[in-house]
Nanobody, 124 residues
């Protein structure tokens, strides 16, 4: 069992930056690939980024590639999402999750142990 708590969201102007953190409890954190997803009002939850258990492999949605960076510190049981050059279209609740099922890296159905989410609002 892994419990996840996101933090670091807030209100930022377009072009600004935020760093989200996802703190995990449980001894098995380092064995899971981790992902960040986001959900805007009235829209489905969408993939943002994922990182392998070792941190050696990362994948990003095309919409955030070159602007967002996912990383992890297994010693601290934490995964991060650094978001630069933020746009109003990035406004959403951001969730972290552990990849515990087989399937696509990009599908929410491959992930479990979701956090409660943190709101990111980007003003124009």
């Amino acid at each position: 069992q892994v419990q996840l708590v996101e933090s670091g969201g807030g209100l930022v102007q377009a072009g600004g930056s935020l760093r989200l953190s996802c703190a995990a409890s449980g001894r098995t954190f380092s064995s899971y690939a981790m992902g960040w997803f986001r959900q805007a009002p009235g829209k489905e939850r969408e993939f943002v980024a994922t990182i392998s258990w070792s941190g050696g492999s990362t994948y990003y949605a095309d919409s955030v590639k070159g602007r967002f960076t996912i990383s992890r510190d297994n010693a601290k049981n934490t995964v991060y999402l650094l978001m630069n050059s933020l746009k109003p279209g990035d406004t959403a609740v951001y969730y972290c999750a552990a990849r515990i099922y087989s399937g696509s890296n990009y599908s929410p159905a491959s992930y479990g142990y979701w956090g409660q989410g943190t709101q990111v609002t980007v003003s124009s």
